[in-house]
């Protein structure tokens, strides 16, 4: 069984930055593209940024420049620097693989960036 749990959101102020992490049990991790999801309140969930197990990396063009992912296998934990935050990114950040399985969602952790 999958379970994913993010962890490192909170408040913060226009400019600043927050590390997310996720940690990921099971199997799956060290050959699965991971992703970092969010949601923003009346909006669709979108893919922000995504790893493959090798490292290469993918990013929504609202947040390329400012947001890294990254990943490490032994710890089986998938990473979000978040730089230069905006308002915009308030939304919950939730982990999956890529593509997404529906049955690994987990609780996500809130970010909010005041202005």
């Known amino acids: 069984q999958v379970q994913l749990v993010e962890s490192g959101g909170g408040l913060v102020q226009a400019g600043g930055s927050l590390k997310l992490s996720c940690a990921a049990s099971g199997s799956i991790f060290r050959m699965a593209a991971m992703g970092w999801y969010r949601q923003a309140p009346g909006k669709q969930r979108e893919l922000v940024a995504s790893?493959?197990?090798?490292?290469?990396?993918n990013y929504v063009d609202s947040v390329k420049g400012r947001f890294t992912i990254s990943r490490d296998n032994a710890k089986n934990t998938v990473y979000l620097q978040m730089n230069s935050l905006k308002p915009e990114d308030t939304a919950v950040y939730y982990c999956?693989?890529?593509?997404?399985?529906?049955?690994?969602w987990g609780q996500g952790t809130q970010v909010t960036v005041s202005s």
């Open positions: 790893i493959t197990s090798s490292g290469s990396t």
């Open positions: 999956n693989v890529a593509p997404i399985r529906t049955s690994y």
